[in-house]
């Protein structure tokens, strides 16, 4: 890659990452098995629980089976928003220009900054100093660990921030013009963390270019014409050169979005709910423009005076939901955090400012797999009908495997993306699933049942009774055997729907089974035991009926 | 960084697909231009616009745009796939499974399904007879007076609406919802509640009816019954004689057997 020089436009970028700050935050024991679980997904985990194999993303079925002795906790957003704020604010001293991602998670350039600390790795120790002691003065976790990358760029920045050590002696700082170089042998997976689309990365490799420096050798022209604007981002970050989103612009100042309060608002809540109407219109002023925001400033303003400004961005372009929890995430951090930053009283102004834009690109259609106008069409349907139904009404199903057909598949309530992506974020959160071959892929569920599953799973079970051929009702000894041969099944309830006579009773032509189950026998109360066998009547039906709490129930049909 | 030899394969695979051949001349004239023969010996090469592009790739409706691909299997019964617009019914021991098994290939080729007021399908079902999870979407049975409106609001914008209702619909309402389907090009499957039912709950003609008139389970292919022995066993593979009846068929209709489901979980052919 010689001969590419790096035009002036690279920001050169220091970044603070704070790789498991939930776990910071939460004040855990880094030597303890703990892993903290967000929306369901494991979303930090301490070193012993990695060691067992315990990964970011994962499920937490999957978690626990892997690492059943770790300490479970839930991911407390505020508390990291407050925590972090103490962070920024802290390097507010070594620079003016901190950029928030999230939580965890900042940036800065550094060419002011290294004037006044005389050079980068002198820049590195200070800010790691700064960071750690913030960390410490807000009492959070014991050991507080940071990386610092220094890189052409904020994307190679951020790379080298993920591939270092703890700083200082850890950091990696890429020299000056070296991005390229540092680039090129990446996987060209690492496109997808900074919020460019998976699938891109995916047909790269199909098409043979599996490192970044590959997919940057083709022609810039090539890929827009092949991949659209998405491509082209991703070409820029991948050649290391130049880290702008395409079609980057200065920004008008009058399209920041004020809002005041007036009386004074003390509750975050209100202030959030305002800051929504305020972020969608920011939203619809810069599409109607056919821009959107890709870095925004949040100014908050108090009855005394007290003034509170945060630049924060996301990977791609921030949509108004990114935009409210960035709000929510600055006001917490200064309302609730360290005392001496608190303001003394009611905010009465909120004003979004976007700081940078780039060209909207829409929703292309893409080439394989990626959202399609039947995936957004039919998330529009779904939305309309959650709002005739109400809020889970319409669901949507995960695979999670399981022993019994009734919780093999899990089904989750439909939520609404409010931007313009349809189904797509929702195909997105469910991007660990279950098609056919997934399905047969999951691990082994000892005692689980064979394939074929139940076309039909009963929600409310009929109880039946299971008698051998003298007329005996057959029951279980401890071993899970039967007492005698299933000769006949019948129903001795009133009237009961998809069985039409009040007693029905039918000969069993053949069975199958017992396969015992005795699921979280150390759960007094979630203790599920029982035996299942396969029945086959004389009418040709086959079923599966179970055995639990000495009552026999259809559990479901092989319809 | 060898950068000759790969850039210049991989210029082929970038491309523009073959997927244009029903331009008008005039567009053809104008990819004569980024083809290698075209100008671009000249120096010029010209790149589309976004919004050139993003037209480009956007789907033409063709002829087979108008049907849905189903299962090698059902190719029996539909020989041209499943036709958009139309109602079909599924009855008999093992519609459920059937009628999984209609929908399977499309859901694998992007279209949605839409599961309205059926509590008891099995989902592990589904993904076994070869239905994309990912593009289902099950609704919760609606009160009689919405579901109508809720089974509307999804015509036209899914391709495949699976119906299993506990009451019996209006006839109005029914004709209604057949007719936008038409429109929309979504396929409407009816399928009567409980288990082994026949199609007595629609008031309205049906454009395809497909029933299952014999079923019977096969163990292990050594011994076609099950456990009959207290052998340790397990049901298998069924083997279901199915007939559809509809307009354009044949007035027998036409008739298939298939197993369902087959060795692997998917419907075969026996």
């Not at chain 1, 070594?94 to 004037?115: N, Y």
């Not at chain 2, 000759?4 to 991989?10: F, H, K, R, V, W």
């Not at chain 2, 509307?152 to 029914?174: K, N, Q, T, W, Y």
């Amino acid at each position: 890659m010689t001969g590419l020089t790096v035009p002036p436009t690279t920001v050169r970028t220091l970044v603070v990452d704070c790789p498991d700050w939930p776990l910071t935050a939460l004040v855990v024991d880094p030597d303890e098995p703990v892993l903290v679980l967000g929306a369901g997904r494991v979303v930090a985990a301490t070193a012993p629980a990695r060691g067992a194999g315990v990964a970011r993303g994962q499920r937490r079925c999957e978690a626990q089976r892997l690492c059943p002795e770790a300490r479970v906790l839930a991911r407390d957003e505020v508390r990291e928003a407050r925590g972090f704020e103490a962070v920024i604010s802290a390097l507010e001293g070594v620079t003016p220009w901190v950029t928030a991602q999230w939580p965890g998670w900042c940036s800065f350039g550094v060419q002011g900054p290294i004037r006044l600390f005389g050079g980068e790795v002198a820049l590195v120790r200070h800010t790691t100093k700064v960071v750690t002691a913030a960390i410490a003065q807000s009492r959070l976790g014991t050991d507080p660990e940071c990386r610092i990358g220094v890189a052409d760029g904020a994307f190679a920045a951020g790379l080298a921030a993920r591939s270092s050590g703890v700083a200082p002696e850890g950091a990696v700082i890429v020299p000056q013009g070296g991005s390229p170089d540092f680039l090129a042998p990446l996987p060209v997976e690492v496109l997808t963390m900074d919020g460019l689309k998976g699938d891109l990365a995916n047909t790269l490799v199909r098409l043979g270019l599996v490192t970044l420096g590959a997919f940057a050798a083709l022609p810039a022209a090539d890929v827009l014409a092949r991949f659209g604007a998405d491509g082209l981002d991703a070409h820029r970050l991948a050649s290391g050169v130049d880290d702008r989103l395409v079609g980057r612009r200065p920004v008008s100042p009058d399209l920041a979005v004020p809002t005041a309060f007036d009386p004074p608002v003390e509750q975050i809540d209100r202030t959030v709910f305002a800051a929504r109407l305020a972020a969608e219109v920011l939203h619809e002023r810069l599409s109607s423009r056919g821009i959107a925001c890709t870095q925004i400033v949040i100014e908050v303003e108090t009855e005394n005076g007290e003034h509170i400004s945060r630049r924060w961005r996301d990977g791609g372009t921030l949509s108004p939901t990114a935009v409210v929890d960035r709000v929510r995430w600055q006001l917490e951090g200064w309302l609730h955090g360290p005392p001496a930053l608190r303001p003394t009283s009611g905010i009465t102004l909120l004003v979004l400012v976007p700081d940078e834009v780039a060209l909207a690109s829409g929703h292309q259609l893409g080439f394989w797999g990626e959202a399609s106008a039947a995936d957004k069409r039919a998330g529009q349907a779904c939305a309309r009908v959650v709002g005739l139904l109400g809020p889970g009404s319409v669901q949507v199903p995960e695979w999670q495997g399981g022993r019994d057909p009734d919780t093999q598949v899990a089904l989750t309530p439909f939520v609404e993306l409010v931007e313009e992506t349809g189904l797509a974020g929702q195909e997105g959160r469910l991007s660990g699933l279950s098609d056919k071959s997934r399905s047969l892929e999951t691990p082994p569920w000892p005692g689980a049942l064979p394939q074929p599953f139940p076309a039909a799973v009963h929600v409310d079970p009929v109880v039946v009774e299971v008698v051998d051929a003298t007329g005996t009702a057959v029951t279980v000894d401890g071993r899970g055997g039967l007492s005698g041969v299933p000769n006949r099944l019948a129903i001795s309830l009133p009237f009961v729907r998809p069985y039409p006579e009040a007693t029905w009773r039918e000969r069993i032509t053949a069975w199958a089974g017992p396969w015992p189950i005795d699921e979280r026998w150390w759960d007094q109360h979630r203790r599920r035991r029982g035996v299942r066998i396969q029945v086959v009547t004389a009418d040709g039906v086959a079923r599966l009926v179970v055995l639990a709490d000495g009552q026999w129930k259809i559990a479901a049909t092989y319809d | 960084m060898p950068s000759t030899q790969p850039t210049s394969y991989l210029r082929s695979l970038l491309a523009e697909p073959e997927l244009f051949d029903d331009l008008p001349p005039e567009e053809l004239l104008e990819r004569h231009l980024f083809s290698e023969e075209g100008p671009s010996k000249s120096g010029l090469r010209v790149v589309p616009s976004l919004a050139e592009t993003a037209r480009r790739v956007q789907s033409t409706t063709l002829a087979t745009d108008r049907v849905l691909p189903v299962l090698e299997a059902l190719k029996g019964l539909l020989p041209n796939g499943l036709q958009r617009g139309i109602t079909v019914g599924v009855s008999g021991s093992g519609a459920r499974s059937l009628a999984l098994a209609l929908m399977a290939r499309a859901t694998e080729t992007g279209s949605w399904v839409v599961v309205v007021g059926d509590d008891d399908l099995g989902l592990a079902a589904a993904a076994e007879v070869g239905v994309a999870l990912k593009r289902l979407v099950v609704v919760n049975a609606p009160d009689p007076k919405q579901w109508a409106p809720v089974v509307a609001a999804f015509v036209g914008a899914v391709d495949l609406i699976l119906v299993s209702p506990r009451h019996r619909p209006l006839a109005a309402e029914v004709r209604r919802l057949a007719a936008r389907c038409r429109e929309g090009g979504s396929v409407l499957v009816y399928m009567s509640p409980g288990v082994g039912h026949l199609i007595d709950g629609w008031p309205g003609r049906l454009d395809f009816h497909f029933s299952i008139n014999e079923a019977s389970w096969v163990g292990s292919d050594a011994d076609p019954t099950i456990g009959s022995d207290m052998k340790q066993d397990r049901l298998r593979v069924r083997q279901v004689y199915v007939s559809v009846n509809g307009r354009g068929l044949p007035p027998e209709g036409r008739r298939d057997i298939l197993l369902l489901p087959g060795p692997e979980g998917a419907p075969v052919r026996p």
